[in-house]
């Protein structure tokens, strides 16, 4: 493992332990790094450059790769604080709820959620006193063969609150409003495995249906592209021969019935 990763870890643990007022063990383990507390309810792994595939645990962990640490640590850093302590909580039932235009909704993707901001379709945000403080992104509706012609399936693509913010409630009331204004069949969603093995969403009456196979990256300076066959590799390589290769854990499926 190189020296940079190394302190980039480092830099992790003396944050987290900073912010949660814990003392953090860090574990240099086959190819990749361990930070632990008896106080933590997940271990977490972490991955250099060079190592390709994830560590197998049988305990629910949180896993993160270099670059993702390089390009997010302080969202990286807020997310599993909030994870551990929450730093302010709203109750959704004293927040506003309201459609989001594509900039509004983008920049707070950005400033808050670790994945690729999507702009979807229908854009929900809660307000607390005129702040965003959570948003849920939705995709148009889907036909689905099985269905009679009105049934529609529509997916959750982003659930975000706000940085250091855990609002109680607020995704159900985010929900309750799409499908006050537009009548789900269904609405389906995918949880990455690489922060919880298990999902939080089944307290909510979502139920999973699968666990999808881990997704394939190639990471070339901030970008990952994805790729599913040894053709689509060789393209990427060619484009960009100075990247590497990185898998996930997959994501859990579920779905919310509505009808």
């Not at 707070?108 to 809660?126: A, M, N, S």
């Not at 005129?130 to 982003?158: C, Q, T």
């Not at 609150?161 to 409630?169: E, H, P, R």
Request: glycine fraction near 6%.
């Amino acid at each position: 493992m190189n020296t940079s990763f190394k302190d980039l870890v480092i830099r992790l643990k003396n944050e987290l332990g900073r912010q949660l007022e814990l003392r953090l063990t860090l574990t240099e383990r086959d190819g990749f790094i361990q930070i632990e507390s008896s106080e933590l309810t997940k271990n977490i792994f972490l991955y250099p450059n060079e190592r390709h595939l994830r560590f197998l645990s049988a305990d629910s962990g949180i896993h993160i790769d270099e670059d993702q640490l390089e390009q997010k640590f302080d969202l990286i850093v807020q997310r599993i604080v909030a994870q551990s302590i929450n730093n302010r909580r709203i109750y959704a039932r004293k927040t506003i709820v309201a459609r989001l235009d594509k900039k509004v909704s983008q920049q707070f993707l950005l400033e808050h959620h670790l994945q690729i901001p999507i702009l979807g379709k229908y854009r929900y945000g809660l307000y607390e006193q005129g702040e965003l403080v959570s948003i849920a992104i939705f995709s148009g509706g889907r036909r689905m063969n099985d269905k009679d012609d009105a049934y529609r399936s529509f997916e959750l693509l982003r659930f975000c609150n706000k940085s250091g913010y855990n609002v109680i409630g607020g995704l159900s009331k985010l929900i309750k409003a799409f499908v006050k204004d537009f009548s789900p069949g269904d609405i389906m969603t995918y949880t990455d495995r690489d922060w919880n093995q298990d999902s939080s969403l089944e307290k909510i009456g979502f139920i999973a249906k699968e666990i999808t196979t881990p997704i394939n990256f190639w990471v070339t300076g901030s970008k990952r592209f994805t790729y599913r066959t040894e053709e689509e590799l060789k393209e990427l390589i060619d484009q960009a021969p100075l990247g590497f290769p990185k898998e996930n854990l997959g994501s859990i499926k579920m779905i919310l019935y509505i009808k």
